[in-house]
């Protein structure tokens, strides 16, 4: 067909449909606005009342409390995924859920430059649920670019994962530089300016969208999703009500030992894995069922990897500012540009590692998501060896060389190729079409969950030491993997070929999932 009679959503550059690049750039100012606002967070809860330089004020809290609300907070934006992906799949779409999450965080990042503390949480709490409407939203219409059996599907996750990572390796090096000049507020009010040219780049690239991301509804079908009728069911299915049960009691004993913050987040885990159980035995076929079930198996990982992989932040962050020479040259490289390193890598190796398992793919060995994911998270785990390099370093001589931390970003990073844009990818093969949000919701709170853990863990390196917290990840996360790796075959039986007959597809073929699975 000749290019000129092709749509525009039918179009492409370099191969892949013009409609994911206009989700890459959204994507990429979305996450800019969201890694700026976050690198500020704990520094801006920490820095005194007194404003007495550059930066203007900050709230004056001890680093406990700032650590605590920065965990529920980094926590409770993918949490909040879940009813993000909900309103979609029932109410709008994903394409009008990405574009009222767009304006709520551009509302959002504009409070957070007002100076008073209810603007300080009414701007966090916008961001919450803007980024519960956006990221979930977006990475589902990617998914949606592609027709079923599309090989360029990895590809297209892998591409729209650099425009995430160019967004927070931007964002971790210039917001720093406007704080200090301009304070706090200007940092967070940048945030907000990227933000409207996401939602301005989102809104002029509708055209090549026109195919993805619409609300589909027919109220008069049986089978329209209702998820009022699904939980009104679960009282006449006395084995998922023993389980829900199970679980309820669970948050009781969490509320009463933690505390009231726990014991909601459980609640609302209680919650969800009802929904997800009514929606299993709901499913109509044993091919959704076993493709639902494998899913949830995979978001184990997901858990595990980012428990692991979120101490770069935490535990890793602190070990760079305290217990490495960081001097190069004569000059001391500051330890917040560590933070750049991932970012870097995933858009200097992206492309390259999403080649290489499509050419095994094509040349017909193992490149499965379940294999490509419990890779990721050995080679993730085999990085924290060079963690252990650096514990034992210091032990002996007080210092440790920087290099093993390059060494161990490194292998995260590429762990993180493994795993992160392929789960994304492989939820828009195996979710059901009508719970394709809801389960990308799911995805992300799993991560989010990952982050609480990864706070956990972290913290405990104050009572065993740094040596022993990187020794018992290292440990654990290849076990882990390994054991994936060894029911691989079984796992992907659960798959029921989702994943065998991809092939090369072109412009006027792949018209998007809804079209290709309906
Ligand atoms: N760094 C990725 C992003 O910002 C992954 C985050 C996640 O899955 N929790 O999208």
């Known amino acids: 067909m000749a290019a000129t009679a092709l749509k525009p ?30 690198a500020l967070l704990v520094l801006y809860m920490t820095a005194s009342t007194l404003g007495d330089d550059d930066r203007g004020a900050g709230l004056g809290w001890t680093s406990k409390e700032a650590l605590a609300l920065y965990g529920w907070y980094t926590m409770l934006v993918y949490v909040m995924s879940i009813p993000g992906g909900m309103i979609a799949d029932k109410l709008i779409g994903q394409k009008k859920a990405v574009l009222l999450g767009a304006i709520i965080l551009c509302v959002g990042h504009g409070v957070l430059v007002l100076t008073d503390i209810w603007a300080f949480y009414a701007g966090l709490g916008l961001v919450i649920t803007g980024v519960g409407l956006l990221k979930p939203n977006i990475s589902t219409m990617v998914g949606g670019l592609y027709k079923q059996g599309d090989i360029r599907r990895d590809k297209g996750f892998s591409i729209f994962y650099i425009g995430i990572n160019l967004g927070s390796l931007l964002a971790t090096m210039i917001v720093g530089g406007v704080v200090a000049k301009w304070g706090w507020h200007a940092g967070f009010g940048l945030a907000g300016i990227v933000m409207v040219l996401g939602l301005i780049n989102y809104v002029l690239g509708q055209k090549y969208l026109t195919q993805v991301g619409n609300f589909v509804s027919d109220k008069n079908d049986p089978n329209e999703v209702s998820y009022g009728k699904l939980y009104s069911k679960l009282f006449s299915s006395p084995r998922q009500l023993l389980y829900a049960g199970i679980l309820l009691l669970g948050t009781v004993i969490g509320w009463y030992y933690m505390d009231w913050g726990y014991g909601l987040l459980f609640l609302f885990l209680t919650a969800i894995a009802s929904l997800l159980m009514m929606i299993y035995k709901e499913l109509d076929s044993q091919v959704f069922k076993d493709r639902f079930m494998v899913l949830l198996l995979s978001f184990i990982m997901v858990i595990i990897f980012w428990g692991a992989f979120e101490q770069a932040g935490g535990l890793m962050n602190l070990y760079t500012d305290t217990k490495t020479n960081r001097m190069l040259l004569g000059w001391e490289i500051p330890t917040v540009m560590f933070q750049s390193l991932n970012a870097g890598f995933i858009i200097l190796f992206a492309t390259l590692v999403a080649s290489i398992w499509a050419k095994r793919k094509l040349k017909g060995k193992e490149a499965s998501s379940l294999f490509k994911m419990a890779l990721g998270i050995i080679i993730m785990g085999f990085g924290f060896l060079f963690m252990v390099f650096a514990a034992m370093e210091f032990e002996k001589s007080g210092s440790s060389s920087m290099i093993w931390l390059v060494l161990a970003y490194f292998f995260h990073t590429i762990g993180e190729l493994c795993i992160s844009p392929v789960a994304l990818s492989f939820i828009t093969k195996l979710a059901p079409v009508k719970y ?43 076990i882990i993997g390994s054991l994936f790796i060894l029911i691989l075959k079984p796992l992907k039986r659960l798959t029921h070929g989702a994943e065998d007959k991809e092939r090369m597809m072109h412009s006027d073929e792949a018209e998007g999932f809804e079209l290709a699975d309906n």
């Open 436 to 478: 394709a949000s809801l389960m990308m919701g799911v995805y992300f709170a799993a991560t989010g969950l990952g982050n609480k853990v990864a706070g956990i863990v972290g913290e405990s390196a104050s009572d065993y030491g740094e040596y022993a917290v990187f020794s018992g990840i290292l440990i654990f996360t290849v």
């Open 9 to 38: 959503h039918q179009r492409e550059l370099f191969g892949q449909p013009i409609g994911l690049y206009i989700l890459f750039l959204t994507e990429m100012w979305e996450r800019f606005s969201y890694y700026g606002m976050r």
